[in-house]
């Protein structure tokens, strides 16, 4: 009797902790990341944009916010009024160095999005103040920006924007110590204006005597001042507060600190927690009490930057972040039951050129968010992301779920045929302000003015050892911009590249050289046909009916899955021994080059 209750007792005992082990956020998946390369080696997911909002111009502020500040961090991402709303905190050279301030962009399709507006601006610390566990007295001293919530929509449909204005005294000194002045709210509205600025919540030592901005609730607007009251109910709203906020301030529930919260419910109700360095914790109340401890995901990867997770359209969950220990590639991983993760994808593999250095500015998309439960479900219904590129400028990307990393068909894209809102639904782009990919004319046409970036537009077709890829390319210069067209297999390794070159050349990389094997000529189209035999590495390149060139694949791979049209070399900068912190600028960083343009009319992709 005694060894069966033994044997029951150690039964339950194991029974339970197998069921506490399982329910956490875990990676499943085999998939790692190689942060030699830039894409991190993983396959995209098919037909994610990515769009430049905003792009930093120190030397010509007026292409940029009218500031030229370099700083840029931290976006946050709602969709309200069948818009899109982007908020991002910026300094004027470096991280946490004032003065600071907070911009806001809206879009009505996500690729088009204004010039930014000064949502919280610059605000003035009184001289004479001091900041515990500090000995400086602020004199003509500016507040900087932190924050980790930027919207909220109310019940009743109230829209609101909030920011943190913190104290930085030095280059070291953290803005997010519990030691700051307060959170500050203001409304926007469906005509696009902006309500007064008030605070929400003030950090001990400041009230309405010493600060700028009043209470909210000195506000005449009672619907404001309700959205506010029941913003600060929310426990799961108030627990993204938790590093600008006093240590023990009991808005907060957990208040260790873990940084960065975001948060997503699952079918039974609980709440996932997520911070980063990939920690996890679960509440069964909707985030009125945590676990004592979060704990580390187990298989997730994930350094000092930040992990955004999300129930999908479809019903499935994600999580974007940075599966390494550099914040490159930006990658998306998902799960059917919120729990357990069981892929990972590539989102966005650039890592574009540095243009300033300054204090913390790390490479890399990064600080990714999406839409917070109740902050708006988008028409298209795309998971979408805000980051930014090198702390420096403003991205989004639209990710189609469900996620799908590969095609059975093989493409037939015919540009003057295809819808406008169609034509690129399967087509992956990377789009900067100054290198757009954009359908034009029944063309696909990129443009390229941008000395430090480029733009690029890839295709997924059915992963083959031996493929013909037909398609038009109209460069409409040939004495300057660059064309690269690869074949890649699904890792993003290059088999096959062909160039237009700056010198009115058509050629091909064989090995550490290129072979010149026609000319071209500006505003002539060119039909090519690229046939290529992965096994024996063997290729010929068509051009306009002839055949012009036979030749080795400079590199072997077993099959390949994408082409590949990009308008500037392959980049292995920053690598894995680049150190962390650039100190200098790019040369004229805020210039522009001639533009070059090269349209392309159709793709077709078929085997033999």
């Given at each position: 009797?005694?060894?069966?209750?033994?044997?029951?007792?150690?039964?339950?005992?194991?029974?339970?902790?197998?069921?506490?082990?399982?329910?956490?956020?875990r990676y499943i998946g085999k998939t790692l990341?190689?942060?030699?390369?830039?894409?991190?080696?993983?396959?995209?997911?098919?037909?994610?944009?990515?769009?430049?909002?905003?792009?930093?111009?120190?030397?010509?502020?007026?292409?940029?916010?009218?500031?030229?500040?370099?700083?840029?961090?931290a976006p946050m991402l709602a969709y309200w009024?069948?818009?899109?709303?982007?908020?991002?905190?910026?300094?004027?050279?470096?991280?946490?160095?004032?003065?600071?301030?907070?911009?806001?962009?809206?879009?009505?399709?996500?690729?088009?999005?204004?010039?930014?507006?000064?949502?919280?601006?610059?605000?003035?610390?009184?001289?004479?103040?001091?900041?515990?566990?500090?000995?400086?007295?602020?004199?003509?001293?500016?507040?900087?920006?932190?924050?980790?919530?930027?919207?909220?929509?109310?019940?009743?449909?109230?829209?609101?924007?909030?920011?943190?204005?913190?104290?930085?005294?030095?280059?070291?000194?953290?803005?997010?110590?519990?030691?700051?002045?307060?959170?500050?709210?203001?409304?926007?509205?469906?005509?696009?204006?902006?309500?007064?600025?008030?605070?929400?919540?003030?950090?001990?030592?400041?009230?309405?005597?010493?600060?700028?901005?009043?209470?909210?609730?000195?506000?005449?607007?009672?619907?404001?001042?309700?959205?506010?009251?029941?913003?600060?109910?929310?426990?799961?709203?108030?627990?993204?507060?938790?590093?600008?906020?006093?240590?023990?301030?009991?808005?907060?529930?957990?208040?260790?600190?873990?940084?960065?919260?975001?948060?997503?419910?699952?079918?039974?109700?609980?709440?996932?927690?997520?911070?980063?360095?990939?920690?996890?914790?679960?509440?069964?109340?909707?985030?009125?009490?945590?676990?004592?401890?979060?704990?580390?995901?187990?298989?997730?990867?994930?350094?000092?930057?930040?992990?955004?997770?999300?129930?999908?359209?479809?019903?499935?969950?994600?999580?974007?972040?940075?599966?390494?220990?550099?914040?490159?590639?930006?990658?998306?991983?998902?799960?059917?039951?919120?729990?357990?993760?069981?892929?990972?994808?590539?989102?966005?593999?650039?890592?574009?050129?540095?243009?300033?250095?300054?204090?913390?500015?790390?490479?890399?998309?990064?600080?990714?968010?999406?839409?917070?439960?109740?902050?708006?479900?988008?028409?298209?219904?795309?998971?979408?992301?805000?980051?930014?590129?090198?702390?420096?400028?403003?991205?989004?990307?639209?990710?189609?779920?469900?996620?799908?990393?590969?095609?059975?068909?093989?493409?037939?894209?015919?540009?003057?045929?295809?819808?406008?809102?169609?034509?690129?639904?399967?087509?992956?782009?990377?789009?900067?302000?100054?290198?757009?990919?954009?359908?034009?004319?029944?063309?696909?046409?990129?443009?390229?003015?941008?000395?430090?970036?480029?733009?690029?537009?890839?295709?997924?077709?059915?992963?083959?050892?031996?493929?013909?890829?037909?398609?038009?390319?109209?460069?409409?210069?040939?004495?300057?911009?660059?064309?690269?067209?690869?074949?890649?297999?699904?890792?993003?390794?290059?088999?096959?590249?062909?160039?237009?070159?700056?010198?009115?050349?058509?050629?091909?990389?064989?090995?550490?050289?290129?072979?010149?094997?026609?000319?071209?000529?500006?505003?002539?189209?060119?039909?090519?046909?690229?046939?290529?035999?992965?096994?024996?590495?063997?290729?010929?390149?068509?051009?306009?009916?002839?055949?012009?060139?036979?030749?080795?694949?400079?590199?072997?791979?077993?099959?390949?899955?994408?082409?590949?049209?990009?308008?500037?070399?392959?980049?292995?900068?920053?690598?894995?021994?680049?150190?962390?912190?650039?100190?200098?600028?790019?040369?004229?960083?805020?210039?522009?080059?001639?533009?070059?343009?090269?349209?392309?009319?159709?793709?077709?992709?078929?085997?033999?």
């Open positions: 009797m005694k060894l069966k209750i033994l044997n029951i007792l150690l039964f339950t005992a194991f029974a339970s902790s197998s069921v506490k082990a399982q329910d956490t956020v990341v190689n942060a030699d390369y830039h894409h991190g080696q993983l396959q995209p997911v098919m037909g994610v944009h990515s769009i430049q909002t905003f792009r930093a111009n120190r030397e010509h502020p007026e292409l940029a916010e009218n500031f030229g500040w370099t700083y840029n961090h009024n069948n818009k899109f709303y982007v908020e991002y905190l910026s300094d004027k050279v470096g991280e946490s160095i004032p003065p600071g301030q907070t911009l806001l962009q809206s879009s009505p399709d996500g690729y088009s999005w204004t010039k930014p507006d000064v949502i919280f601006p610059v605000y003035r610390i009184p001289d004479g103040t001091t900041k515990k566990g500090r000995n400086d007295v602020a004199k003509d001293l500016d507040a900087v920006m932190h924050q980790r919530m930027g919207f909220y929509v109310s019940a009743k449909n109230v829209f609101l924007v909030l920011g943190f204005y913190a104290i930085s005294f030095d280059a070291k000194d953290d803005p997010n110590d519990g030691n700051g002045i307060g959170r500050a709210v203001r409304e926007i509205k469906a005509d696009g204006s902006y309500g007064p600025i008030y605070f929400i919540h003030y950090n001990p030592g400041y009230s309405e005597k010493n600060t700028k901005y009043p209470l909210y609730t000195n506000s005449k607007n009672k619907a404001f001042v309700a959205a506010c009251k029941e913003l600060l109910a929310n426990k799961l709203m108030t627990q993204q507060w938790n590093e600008e906020a006093d240590r023990k301030d009991p808005l907060i529930t957990l208040q260790k600190q873990y940084k960065a919260f975001s948060y997503y419910h699952l079918p039974d109700g609980r709440v996932v927690g997520l911070w980063k360095n990939a920690l996890t914790a679960i509440s069964n109340d909707n985030g009125k009490s945590w676990p004592e401890n979060a704990s580390r995901a187990p298989g997730f990867v994930n350094s000092n930057a930040k992990i955004w997770g999300q129930q999908t359209s479809d019903g499935n969950y994600a999580t974007v972040y940075n599966p390494s220990e550099y914040r490159w590639p930006l990658a998306i991983s998902s799960s059917k039951n919120g729990l357990d993760y069981t892929n990972l994808l590539l989102v966005n593999g650039e890592v574009a050129p540095m243009r300033y250095g300054g204090n913390y500015k790390s490479y890399g998309p990064q600080y990714v968010r999406g839409i917070e439960e109740g902050n708006g479900k988008p028409a298209d219904k795309k998971l979408w992301v805000t980051y930014s590129m090198n702390k420096e400028d403003i991205w989004v990307s639209s990710v189609p779920v469900p996620l799908n990393a590969m095609t059975s068909a093989p493409v037939n894209d015919d540009f003057s045929t295809s819808p406008a809102n169609k034509a690129l639904e399967f087509w992956n782009i990377y789009s900067p302000l100054w290198a757009t990919v954009k359908v034009e004319e029944g063309s696909l046409v990129l443009k390229d003015k941008d000395p430090f970036d480029y733009a690029k537009a890839e295709r997924l077709f059915p992963s083959s050892k031996k493929v013909i890829a037909s398609f038009s390319v109209t460069p409409k210069q040939n004495d300057f911009g660059l064309l690269e067209i690869e074949l890649q297999d699904a890792k993003g390794l290059a088999t096959v590249r062909l160039t237009f070159d700056t010198a009115g050349m058509l050629s091909a990389k064989a090995g550490a050289r290129y072979k010149n094997f026609m000319k071209y000529t500006a505003g002539e189209t060119y039909a090519i046909k690229l046939k290529l035999d992965a096994f024996t590495r063997f290729y010929t390149v068509t051009v306009n009916g002839k055949e012009v060139l036979t030749s080795l694949a400079f590199q072997p791979v077993a099959e390949v899955s994408k082409i590949v049209f990009r308008t500037g070399d392959v980049r292995t900068f920053p690598n894995i021994d680049t150190p962390a912190d650039q100190t200098y600028d790019l040369q004229n960083a805020g210039e522009s080059k001639k533009e070059a343009v090269y349209s392309i009319k159709y793709l077709k992709t078929e085997g033999f």
